[in-house]
């Protein structure tokens, strides 16, 4: 279908479904999500010229996975943010079927972009990794394939991340060999243009690893301090005890890559986030020297197409934006500084936790701390229990009704909890860990408090932002 046409589709979606999706007492107040249609993976986050670009996956045709667009946000800081211009549209013979994730760079003053293009064949398909430059309007100019699939692969391989060292550009891809491991793979380019394989660094059967996955998906390798991590998402996991309870992961490893060598030693696998939604996040280096992190509050293959925000048109949201810090060894995130502009009315409470009173978390943010046993009862919804043993966070499974449970084990000093009408992202102990979840209170967006632990609760109501 020409691009043409995909445009006049999608303005007849958002003229029937703009006004409900707007409306839908779940749809955020001050987290990105799509005007309709589904978003999912963060793409291209950059600093370019002193503003941030956000782009994302994005069907705006149907609540639907599909032939992927690229959507496009602008911000001074963080926090507001402008719509620009659709920047990439599957009309073209190596992206049929979906302009699928990448990143985006500055190339000498050019914001340019790399991404896949999905293609897919009666029996199978093919992946290209593909180039496009934005000009100062946002508009956006195709430039075509510049890497076809590497031999000994599926057409399975995607997510170009793209950073520069020295005097090459260098690209991380995730990939599926022939007998179906998750892989990662490292490219060099004198030009965006020109590329070439430099070999295997990370995945299944590398490192000391063994079996891990049978596809990684959404690389992204990086400097923090004096190493190197390499955040991905590896697929087919089995669920353990306590971790890997997701269909799909989101972690890191952290280690060092021999630029000379293209050879990457990294340690143990952790996961990013240990909530039930949390997926594709990708990193950029702000001017400042900040690490900052954007993920899909969502989870593919699961159980996303039970969400009740489907029927009014919208599905999925962006994370707040993080930033990371190596602490021995670990990699923690925190809310941008930034975020603090949202902070409106402020009350604290104390005492015994289910002596406290009901408190408004429609669009809030809390910071715990506290002694003892308590619970958090969020819109009978979800429950988030707190012990000497670590969390608990429990809800239910919205397609079986079962009970479902995901768990941070380890002593909790401090939570900095931000709710936002249907998610909550939980910081534990400030970043050592994270919980981020989707859910859908039946009734008011409201926190009961249970049990005998003695708590003090600082607590803002957070204003809506700006997305113009």
């Excluded at 039970?306 to 993080?322: F, K, L, N, V």
Aim: charged share 20%.
């Amino acid at each position: 279908m020409s691009e043409h046409a995909l445009l006049k589709k999608a303005l007849l979606n958002a003229t029937r479904s703009m006004t409900q999706a707007k409306n839908d007492g779940y749809r955020p107040g001050w987290h990105l999500s799509p005007l309709v249609g589904l978003l999912n993976d963060p793409n291209g986050f950059i600093q370019f010229a002193g503003q941030y670009h956000l782009f994302y996956q994005w069907n705006p045709l149907a609540c639907a996975h599909g032939a992927k667009w690229w959507g496009h946000w602008r911000s001074d800081d963080l926090v507001n943010w402008q719509n620009e211009p659709v920047a990439l549209l599957p009309g073209d013979v190596y992206d049929s079927h979906g302009c699928y994730s990448g990143s985006a760079v500055d190339d000498n003053g050019t914001l340019s972009l790399l991404y896949t293009g999905n293609v897919k064949f009666a029996q199978g398909r093919t992946a290209w990794q593909c180039l496009a430059t934005v000009d100062d309007a946002g508009e956006v100019t195709k430039a075509g394939p510049v890497i076809g699939l590497p031999e000994g692969y599926t057409g399975h391989v995607r997510d170009p991340k793209v950073w520069r060292h020295g005097e090459h550009w260098y690209m991380v891809l995730g990939a599926q060999n022939l007998q179906q491991q998750g892989k990662v793979l490292l490219y060099r380019g004198d030009t965006l243009q020109q590329w070439t394989l430099l070999g295997e660094i990370a995945g299944s059967h590398l490192n000391g690893l063994g079996e891990f996955g049978y596809m990684w998906e959404c690389p992204d390798l990086f400097a923090l301090g004096e190493q190197d991590v390499l955040v991905f998402c590896p697929q087919g996991l089995p669920a353990q005890a306590q971790r890997w309870l997701n269909t799909h992961q989101s972690g890191y490893v952290i280690g060092q890559l021999d630029y000379s060598k293209a050879a990457y030693q990294h340690g143990d696998f952790h996961e990013l986030d240990l909530g039930f939604e949390f997926y594709a996040p990708q990193t950029t280096l702000g001017d400042d020297g900040r690490r900052l992190l954007f993920g899909w509050v969502g989870m593919p293959d699961e159980n996303e197409f039970y969400d009740p925000t489907r029927e009014q048109g919208w599905m999925h949201i962006m994370s707040c934006p993080r930033e990371l810090r190596l602490v021995e060894g670990r990699l923690y995130q925190q809310p941008v500084d930034e975020l603090k502009s949202l902070r409106g009315a402020h009350q604290r409470l104390e005492g015994r936790a289910d002596s406290l009173a009901i408190t408004d978390v429609a669009q809030a943010e809390l910071v715990i701390s506290a002694e003892g046993s308590w619970q958090a009862d969020f819109g009978g919804a979800m429950l988030l229990s707190c012990d000497e043993s670590g969390l608990r966070l429990r809800r239910q499974n919205r397609r079986t009704g079962e009970t479902e449970t995901r768990y941070w084990s380890g002593q909790v000093r401090q939570l900095q909890i931000l709710c936002d009408r249907s998610s909550l992202e939980i910081f534990v102990n400030d970043g050592e860990a994270t919980l981020t979840s989707r859910y859908f209170p039946a009734e008011e967006h409201t926190l009961r408090w249970q049990g005998s632990g003695e708590l003090r609760v600082d607590h803002w109501q957070l204003q809506s932002i700006m997305l113009v």
